[in-house]
């Protein structure tokens, strides 16, 4: 692991220790679900390197409650745990259900069944720690069925996109509503924000930005660089629908690299960046700059491999 500050060393630590918990967790669960999530754990290799959810591309799923609590004292770290876990938790319901709907296949009764069954195990645990973080607060518990319900849209319509022969186009409407599937992102650090969530749109209305400027982001960003491989795939995208899909591979990878698609799309990513760091700095929240300063300088260097790459294919 490199060198680390304290500030990076605090997310370390809060990773492990919610990783730690949901294993005593996935242990009590009956054999079905317990080698689910084994597997799960495992496949997505949650405790290699720096970690999972540390990821410098990877959304703050956890960073969002340390940035916010930061701020705020006195939260009491019981709270900032239970938010940290639940936001853990949630963020691997959404991952199970997402593997699934993307493998694009029937139902494997057996292997399919049990992550379903784990991804509901998921939601459940995720829902209990809301509650722990928030100290029980109605509002919260309000804002959470809003969210998830959200969630659930959005993940409808991209189901219904994906099998759309007619093949309507991916708007700027369309993507603003996928943009939901980001949606429960927002709840572990709101939680944090009770029982001031019914004082004001204030700081939930900030909030909120900055948890959808992030996801508005993060998708630009990933839906660019994975243009190609998508388009393979038959999947499809905000992005590529603007490329212009129907027209192959090769066309889309010229309008990527040598017509400026990529660093159009890289712009709109950085704005968006922009704008959350801009709520985030309303909210008083430090920690978020030099999150997206390392993000930033990551996405520049994948955008620069994609490049690199793209001329070493024209070079044979």
């Given amino acids: 692991m490199p060198d680390t500050g304290p500030g990076e060393e605090a997310e370390v630590h809060r990773q492990r220790e919610a990783l730690d918990a949901l294993d005593a967790w996935g242990a009590g669960l009956a054999a079905p679900l317990r080698e689910a999530w084994a597997g799960l754990a495992e496949g997505l290799r949650l405790r290699e390197g720096r970690g999972y959810f540390l990821h410098p591309l ?6 969002l409650p340390l940035w916010l609590a930061a701020g705020r004292p006195p939260i009491t770290d019981g709270r900032v745990s239970a938010a940290i ?17 993307d493998e ?10 049990r992550a379903l069954m784990l991804a509901e195990a998921l939601l459940a645990r995720h829902h209990r720690l809301l509650v722990e973080a ?3 607060s109605a509002g ?19 189901v219904e996109l994906v099998g759309d022969e007619a093949r309507a186009p991916i708007d700027e409407a369309v993507f603003e509503r996928l943009l939901d599937r980001s949606a429960p992102l927002l709840l572990p650090p709101a939680a944090l924000l009770a029982p001031r969530l019914a004082s004001g749109p204030g700081e939930l209305a900030d909030l909120t930005e900055l948890c959808r400027e992030l996801a508005r982001s993060h998708q630009l960003f990933t839906d660019a660089i994975d243009a190609e491989r998508d388009l393979r795939n038959g999947n499809r995208s ?8 129907a027209d192959g591979v090769g066309r889309v990878r010229q309008r990527l690299y040598a017509e400026g698609g990529l660093d159009a799309v890289m712009a709109e990513a950085h704005a968006a960046l922009d ?6 700095a309303r909210l008083g929240l430090s920690g978020a700059r030099p ?17 690199e790459g793209f001329f070493r294919s024209l070079l044979g």
């Fill in 58 to 63: 990877a959304l703050p799923v956890i960073q």
């Fill in 291 to 307: 999150w997206a300063d390392a993000r930033r300088q990551t996405m520049e260097q994948v955008r620069q491999r994609a490049f």
């Fill in 275 to 280: 704008r959350a760091m801009e709520a985030a």
């Fill in 104 to 113: 694009g296949r029937g139902l494997d009764r057996r292997s399919d069944g």
């Fill in 85 to 101: 876990h639940a936001a853990v938790a949630g963020y691997l319901h959404v991952r199970v259900q997402d593997d699934l709907l």
């Fill in 140 to 158: 919260l518990a309000a804002l959470a069925e809003e969210r998830w319900t959200a969630y659930a849209q959005a993940m409808a319509l991209e």
């Fill in 134 to 136: 928030s100290e029980g």
């Fill in 238 to 245: 905000f992005v590529l629908d603007r490329l212009g899909a």
